[in-house]
């Protein structure tokens, strides 16, 4: 099996979709016979760092860094006029144009992303329907069951939709600290109760109930670790004596922070999913569950895939200041539960690392490199009434309010659909 993984974006790079990208295709490349990353590179760009990065050889892609739209255009234009193109048995990539480009010019696709672009840009999803239906189109990694019903509610064959989870690193976690002597690490007074968030510090992660409920706990202390200046959430924090804010931290230091909570945060907040469509069941939440600490997050779907009240996690009511302190409160005064929640989170991610991750895509692509092509899923009139009347939702969301996002039907989500076995 050999891959060509694509990647649109500079490297190296602190972004999320860098990190699941990069890390998964490093994984996968030991269980490959040949794999090579191609990639646009700065002029100054250490390609030797890079390929160390990736654990493969680099293929510069001819592309210009800046800007965007053109990088993504010419990168998937440059991957067609590559040697390696041609040598691979499948490219494996995250973006729907190169998948497009790499099908038409005679290749097989394994496609990985966590958006459920059909639900999220309506009009794209009779294209999408052929493209994934297309019979060199092998698979679509979803990184959640909430994607991947989005998918299957479009007709595409359920054998090219396997959602597979994200993971974590285990090395990043090899040391645990005691709460105590981490708090000590980052200047926190012994005994004061830690609220710990980890990622973006932005105004499209929910941050701002965050705020609001630091504001009714002033004797807790809540820790915002990611930022990168001086934003809308930094002003909120301002002159709120109780919440510090930290810049981004590299993985050598990230772990002080996680350590050092008595709750981790993920805020309980729509505003990810539905707003911004940004995050589905976001990265973090692996990481926290490695790290023995007990985990606070909202009753979103997404996060109920892995995440069960009262078992691993204290799950609230999403957007409600009221549940948050409520949930941060019983998790503080109750250590026997913040405990409990603790230990049985980090049982469950004993499965859930990068390698593990790796393994699993592993098997599938092999099954279906040497499966008979799908038959075309099903397109039907009621699909099509519904593929019109979304799109048409669409654009008035988008004159309105100049989002390419469409949000959810919040209602509807919030209908528990029979969950699929995730790998």
């Keep these: 099996m050999r891959i060509l993984f694509t990647f649109e974006n500079p490297l190296p790079s602190t972004e999320a979709d860098a990190e699941v990208f990069v890390t998964t295709a490093k994984h996968l490349a030991p269980l490959a016979t040949q794999s090579w990353l191609h990639v646009p590179l700065s002029e100054d760009a250490d390609r030797a760092a890079i390929a160390r990065l990736a654990g493969m050889p680099v293929v510069p892609a001819r592309a210009p860094l800046q800007p965007a739209a053109l990088r993504h255009f010419r990168c998937g234009l440059s991957m067609l006029f590559q040697r390696e193109f041609r040598q691979a048995d499948l490219v494996y990539t995250r973006n729907l144009w190169v998948a497009w480009l790499a099908l038409m010019f005679g290749q097989q696709v394994a496609f990985d992303h966590y958006r459920p672009w059909p639900d999220q840009i309506p009009p794209l999803q009779r294209w999408i329907y052929r493209l994934f239906c297309h019979r060199r189109f092998l698979v679509n990694i979803c990184h959640s069951d909430y994607t991947r019903q989005k998918y299957l509610d479009l007709g595409i064959p359920a054998d090219k939709l396997h959602c597979i989870r994200n993971g974590f690193e285990p090395e990043?976690?090899?040391?645990?600290?005691p709460i105590e002597v981490a708090k000590a690490a980052i200047g926190v007074a012994p005994g004061r109760k830690t609220i710990v968030y980890t990622g973006r510090v932005n105004h499209k992660k929910g941050l701002h109930l965050v705020i609001e409920a630091a504001k009714q706990l002033p004797d807790h202390l809540f820790i915002l670790v990611g930022s990168y200046g001086q934003g809308p959430i930094e002003a909120l924090a301002r002159d709120v004596p109780n919440v510090r804010i930290v810049p981004?931290?590299?993985?050598?230091?990230?772990?002080?922070?996680?350590?050092?909570?008595d709750v981790l945060l993920i805020p309980p907040s729509w505003q990810p999913l539905a707003?911004?469509?940004?995050?589905?069941?976001?990265?973090?939440?692996?990481f926290y569950m490695a790290s023995g600490r007990p985990i606070l997050a909202g009753d979103t779907p997404d996060v109920k895939e892995v995440?069960?009240?009262?078992?691993?996690?204290?799950l609230c009511q999403a957007d409600s200041l009221d549940a948050l302190v409520a949930g941060i409160g019983r998790l503080t005064s109750d250590a026997e539960l913040a405990a409990r929640l603790a230990?049985?989170?980090?049982?469950?991610?004993r499965g859930l690392t990068w390698e593990a991750r790796a393994r699993k895509i592993a098997t599938v692509l092999a099954h279906r490199l040497h499966s008979a092509p799908d038959e075309r899923g099903t397109w039907s009139r009621p699909q099509f009434r519904a593929w019109i009347d979304q799109s048409r939702r669409w654009l008035v969301h988008l004159a309105r309010n100049r989002s390419w996002i469409l949000p959810p039907d919040i209602a509807l989500s919030t209908i528990r659909l029979p969950p699929v076995e995730c790998e």
């Design 307 to 314: 995440l069960n009240h009262g078992e691993n996690a204290y």
């Design 172 to 177: 990043r976690l090899q040391t645990p600290m």
């Design 248 to 261: 981004f931290q590299p993985p050598e230091t990230l772990g002080q922070y996680v350590f050092a909570a």
């Design 343 to 349: 230990a049985t989170a980090l049982a469950d991610s």
């Design 275 to 286: 707003e911004f469509g940004s995050t589905v069941l976001p990265l973090k939440l692996f």
